[in-house]
């Protein structure tokens, strides 16, 4: 067990074109107001970003606490993640977004949950869904606790909330890494992790309140998006990580919810089904 105050750790962010200044900025503001404040951030600007957005970005740079690392080209998510998670300075990284809110208590919660089980590779935890502002939520995702329940869930669905996520660098290396795969990098790197028997935990409390916009679940779908899951549930099969009938049956949902699923539809599925009230 380790003491609280020796542990450090870094928080990794990405941010590009498209993300909102003033989201930014709150989402910044948040992960420097906490009850354990962060050693380092850094953050990668992944491609060129527009004036307003540049300008927030300089005014947290610091070299010695806020690196920024500024990528030519945008290169995709998965690829954005890795080279940030590479230049962080500490073995405990925090993942964040560029447009949600991290509360006052998340970075707290987790490296004692480090502290209490030093042989975790990832923390996660659960996460409410607004639109607009903070006291418009309209969903929240809760996630299983322990390791033997996340293990079991994640043979069904994505057992982390992104987000919320602070992992040991070194035990994502051996994985790989992050690695581009479409709108699945993440649960890509967590099956890895299993394969490597790496532990998991998820702190039962709310850590992050996640932005969405309007249209955002009725999105989830198409067929560029069920091309990706049904890749991944193929290598899931081929890992032995699920059965043949776990591949079918996962195969037959995504199929219905993402391709022949109306949009309007698919939204109040997400919402009412694949969510929970907060």
Not at 68 to 75: G, H, M
Not at 86 to 100: G, K, Q
Not at 170 to 194: H, K, M, P, V
């Amino acid at each position: 067990m380790y003491n609280m105050d020796d542990l450090k750790f870094s928080v990794s962010m990405c941010v590009y074109g498209k993300d909102d200044p003033d989201h930014f900025n709150t989402a910044v503001d948040s992960i420097l107001n906490q009850t354990r404040k962060p050693d380092e951030v850094v953050l990668v600007v992944d491609g060129p970003v527009p004036e307003k957005l540049d300008d927030v970005i300089k005014k947290f740079e610091n070299p010695n606490f806020f690196k920024v690392i500024r990528l030519e080209k945008n290169q995709g998510h998965g690829n954005a993640r890795r080279i940030g998670l590479d230049a962080c300075s500490n073995e405990l990284v925090a993942l964040m977004d560029a447009d949600d809110i991290s509360l006052p208590f998340r970075f707290e919660k987790q490296i004692q949950m480090f502290c209490e089980n030093p042989e975790l590779a990832v923390v996660g935890g659960n996460i409410t869904e607004f639109i607009d502002t903070q006291d418009n939520i309209v969903a929240a995702r809760i996630v299983p606790q322990n390791d033997r329940e996340i293990k079991k869930y994640l043979k069904k669905r994505c057992p982390f909330n992104q987000v919320t996520v602070m992992c040991r660098k070194s035990q994502i290396t051996e994985a790989g890494g992050y690695i581009d795969w479409y709108c699945n990098e993440d649960y890509y790197l967590w099956l890895r992790l299993f394969l490597n028997n790496a532990k998991f935990a998820n702190v039962q409390d709310f850590l992050v309140n996640v932005r969405v916009g309007k249209e955002m679940y009725k999105r989830r779908g198409g067929w560029k998006y069920f091309k990706s899951e049904v890749k991944l549930q193929k290598f899931m099969f081929d890992k032995k990580i699920i059965s043949c009938f776990d591949f079918i049956f996962n195969v037959s949902v995504r199929l219905i919810v993402q391709v022949l699923m109306p949009n309007g539809l698919r939204g109040w599925f997400f919402k009412k089904l694949a969510r929970e009230k907060a």
